[in-house]
């Protein structure tokens, strides 16, 4: 079935044309949002959200101007992009101050007023940090990517990928004590 006629399908409100769709493309947008987000439950919950834009805008959409092919991919791109930033945004605090604290500081994450202020400081930090350093810093330290995997990501060398985890570690050490971060 040509892409044409799987929009027509969908256009019409015919389920099936999203079932003959989602046969067709979903290798591709598992492909492309795969390249982004880590973690099968987040691959597979941007998956869902493409396809489920690409339902909702399906009357918008004009195949004389974008493939469907070319349509779906880019959709696939931006969900795959919310999704990483939407797992980031709420991962890089909890784990990465937690589970690797060797900052070289003793942060208090015993009381609970200390343990959120210190938190939000944290998050700050690692929000300020310039890209790549900062994918790579949560894809490490939140994620627990290998530094090789992360070095064959970012097509840099693991040596370059470590000295950019150890520099950037002594520098949100330094920045949280300038900004005040509460210490047992």
């Known amino acids: 079935m040509t892409d044409e006629e799987i929009l027509e399908l969908m256009q019409r409100d015919e389920s099936c044309g999203l079932d003959i769709l989602i046969n067709k493309y979903k290798a591709l947008v598992s492909f492309i949002v795969s390249q ?8 597979e919950e941007a998956v869902q959200d493409t396809f489920f834009k690409v339902w909702r805008n399906r009357s918008a959409i004009d195949t004389e101007k974008r493939s469907l092919k070319g349509y779906i991919s880019m959709v696939a791109k ?14 890089d605090t ?28 944290i998050a700050e930090c690692i ?3 310039p890209s790549p ?11 627990r990517f290998a530094v ?13 990928v470590e000295n950019i985890l150890a520099r950037r570690k002594k520098k949100l050490g330094k920045e949280l004590l300038k900004r005040g971060v509460i210490l047992t």
Do not use: Q, W
């Open 94 to 121: 909890d784990d990465i101050s937690e589970k690797e604290n060797d900052l070289g500081i003793d942060i208090d994450y015993e009381d609970e007023t200390a343990k959120k202020e210190n938190m939000r400081l």
């Open 133 to 143: 350093d900062r994918e790579i810093f949560i894809e490490r330290y939140y994620f």
């Open 36 to 43: 982004s987000v880590r973690g099968s439950a987040d691959v």
């Open 127 to 129: 929000r300020e940090m």
């Open 148 to 160: 090789k995997d992360i070095a064959e990501k970012h097509d840099l060398k693991p040596k370059k």
């Open 78 to 91: 931006s969900c795959a992009e919310d999704k990483r930033r939407s797992t980031a945004r709420y991962a």
